[in-house]
């Protein structure tokens, strides 16, 4: 078997490309590879953005894994429809998301669900709207350990806005959240001695609350680059989503991390335009397209640049393109697989080598019932 073998079906001639197949066995051994280096499923926490299926919330719920971290009421939805114990939305929900939140925890009331916050204002409006609904939201500070994209910095003023939940009608305070996502050192030795230095602000300001007498039932934290890091602190829960199917972007970047591809972009050769040319239907609206090329990694053809990328035209420069007829499959390792999964109504689902299943990728929509 050649090593990119396990990216082929058998059955591939049947499958209509541009296409996103998951790779099933690669996906148990990818959970597996989470739950070992936790120790234990109830430490994990991950983030289902990045496959958006519930066929997948099922295989965690059989490996122990229980709680689940989200970005919209969608996923949120497909999270406790799926069997989810425990839901966490990761997103301060604000204008009518705050309606819709308080609607999800009555429809699905065997899930415990938590939001988070960084802002006052925002507690206030969720403190409004579920105090006369009878409901008591859990909610998690958001703390900005860095990226500066949400949160507020662990420190007085976020003390203070934890002490108000304690306050607030319908809220009730859930520990804390602290997303490392700026953290991409290549080196895993930089990127842990930067884990630790933002962490420790987070350890902090927990002593500090639960000296004042306020409960901190979790912290939550990290994404894939920190796992391994976050994982050995016994005492936080982790939120790793790529690690569930991987893409060539972690992959290439993060080579400490051992976590299998499991998604491939099968596409073929629609034209060859030039002697050295060949053009793939595997267009922007088929692959992840927000980064520079390259957005796809090819095994079979390693020395290929990208030279146009259209919304369903990907043009390769190529000196193996005579190897590669007009109809033939050609199979990638998409560089980011969030969004990619995002493009794709449906993945094709490949068990022992076979493409035997067709999955709706249910959280992709931006509403399914609330
Ligand atoms: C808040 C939050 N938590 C966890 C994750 C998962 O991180 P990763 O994609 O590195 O696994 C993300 C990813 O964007 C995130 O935004």
Redesign the pocket.
């Given at each position: 078997m050649k090593p990119d073998d396990w990216m082929r079906s058998e059955n591939e001639a049947e499958v209509a490309s541009p296409a996103l197949v998951l790779h099933s066995e690669r996906i148990d051994e990818n959970l597996r590879r989470m739950v070992a280096r936790v120790g234990d499923p109830v430490r994990l926490r991950p983030?289902i953005?990045?496959h958006k299926l519930p066929q997948l919330v099922v295989r965690q719920l059989a490996l122990g894994i229980t709680k689940f971290?989200c970005?919209t009421i969608a996923e949120a939805e497909l999270a406790a429809s799926a069997g989810a114990a425990d839901v966490l939305l990761?997103l301060q929900p604000v204008g009518p998301n705050v309606g819709r939140f308080l609607h999800l925890m009555r429809a699905f009331p065997a899930t415990q669900f938590s939001t988070l916050t960084d802002s006052p204002d925002a507690l206030a409006t969720l403190s409004r709207a579920a105090a006369p609904a009878g409901v008591v939201v859990e909610v998690l500070l958001d703390l900005d350990v860095g990226q500066a994209r949400t949160g507020i910095a662990p420190g007085p003023e976020a003390a203070a806005l934890y002490q108000a939940m304690r306050t607030l009608p319908g809220i009730r305070p859930g520990g804390l959240?602290a997303?490392d996502?700026q953290l991409h050192q290549r080196d895993a030795a930089e990127r842990r001695a930067a884990c630790e230095r933002a962490y420790a602000a987070v350890e902090k300001l927990r002593t500090e609350l639960l000296a004042a007498g306020l409960a901190v039932p979790r912290v939550v934290v990290?994404?894939?680059?920190t796992?391994p890091f976050h994982a050995r602190r016994g005492d936080v829960e982790c939120?790793?989503?790529?690690?569930v199917l991987w893409d060539a972007g972690?992959g290439t970047t993060m080579p400490d991390l051992d976590f299998l591809p499991a998604a491939t972009l099968l596409t073929r050769v629609v034209s060859r335009p030039a002697h050295n040319r060949l053009c793939l239907d595997l267009g922007h609206k088929a692959v992840a397209s927000e980064m520079p090329h390259p957005r796809v990694i090819f095994p079979e053809l390693p020395q290929a640049r990208a030279v146009a990328h259209n919304e369903e035209h990907l043009v390769l420069e190529t000196e193996d393109a005579a190897h590669f007829p007009v109809g033939a499959v050609v199979h990638g390792i998409p560089w980011h697989i969030?969004p990619t999964v995002a493009l794709h109504s449906h993945v094709h689902v490949a068990t022992a080598g076979r493409a035997s299943a067709i999955w709706p990728v249910v959280g992709r929509a931006r509403f399914i019932t609330i």
């Open positions: 983030h953005k990045t971290k970005a990761a959240h997303y996502g990290g994404g894939t680059p796992f939120s790793p989503g790529t690690s972690y969030c």
